[in-house]
């Protein structure tokens, strides 16, 4: 049994850090064909090479299996809300409990710094995000159409 451990994501630590600019591009490579997913790729531009200045100004959490990155979750504080801005758990590492241990340590961190609420988003027919969210309580309260002219 492994059990997931998540961790704070140090900018000074190269080693998660280089880590993450690989995981990023296998997250959004398997939102390209998703229906919404285009859209989103659009909308969050690509961290890249800048993932130790993206966690150097806000939280970038990383699950880990002894030494390898297999999760990442980004988040945002926008006073009084946590936003969870990218939440990712390479398909091989599913189900072991990593997006729930992340989460759980997002709203913890969130809730330390005075935060009234999480919020999140996943896209039409991503299963695994909404189970997510629904087993930390986070519920749908907006479903946002759209439609191309």
């Given amino acids: 049994m492994i ?3 998540v961790v704070v994501v140090d900018p ?3 080693h998660v850090v280089s880590q993450l600019a690989a995981l990023e591009r296998e997250a959004r490579a398997a939102l390209v064909d998703q229906r ?3 859209q ?6 690509e961290v890249g090479d800048e ?4 966690a ?12 390898v990155v297999v999760g990442y979750l980004v988040a945002d ?3 009084p809300i946590l936003r969870i801005d990218q939440v990712w758990v390479t398909p091989e590492a599913r189900e072991l409990g990593f997006g729930d241990e ?6 913890e961190r969130g809730r330390d710094r005075g935060l009234a609420a999480v919020e999140g988003q996943a896209l039409p027919g991503d299963r695994h995000t909404k189970n997510l969210y629904e087993r930390a309580g986070i519920v749908a309260r907006l479903i946002t159409t759209y439609r191309a002219l």
């Fill in 36 to 38: 919404g997913g285009p």
């Fill in 77 to 79: 504080d926008a006073d």
């Fill in 102 to 107: 992340m989460l759980a340590a997002a709203m």
């Fill in 3 to 5: 059990d997931p451990h």
């Fill in 56 to 67: 150097a100004h806000g939280d970038v959490l990383a699950a880990l299996i002894d030494e």
């Fill in 12 to 14: 000074g630590n190269d």
């Fill in 51 to 54: 993932w130790a200045h993206r």
């Fill in 40 to 45: 989103w790729l659009i909308d969050h531009p």
